[in-house]
């Protein structure tokens, strides 16, 4: 049996999954920003560099906190997917 080792990203604990059920349950699923991580870790990523190069700490301080929200979208976003895959 084959075995996927995930990433623990924030508070998620997604320690393993088999990989044979994750392809077969993933060909039905659709991406979409609300089941798709990395959507929302570019997002996050996008905001940082934007934050990086802003002058005003304010706006900086803003931009640093929807990086935030964008990777906890992420998160939210696996969680769901794996949900789908293994609630029915």
């Not at 798709?36 to 301080?61: F, G, V």
Request: aromatic share 8%; with cysteine; proline share 3%.
């Amino acid at each position: 049996m084959a075995f996927l080792a995930v990433k623990r990203i924030g508070s998620a604990d997604l320690s393993c999954v088999n990989v044979n059920v994750v392809r077969e349950k993933a060909r039905s699923m659709p991406s979409a920003p609300d089941i798709d991580p990395q959507y929302w870790h570019q997002r996050a990523e996008e905001a940082r560099h934007l934050a990086a190069r802003m002058t005003d700490e304010t706006a900086k301080q803003t931009m640093l906190m929807v990086a935030e929200d964008c990777d906890s979208f992420a998160v939210a976003a696996i969680m769901r997917y794996f949900e789908k895959l293994f609630g029915d």
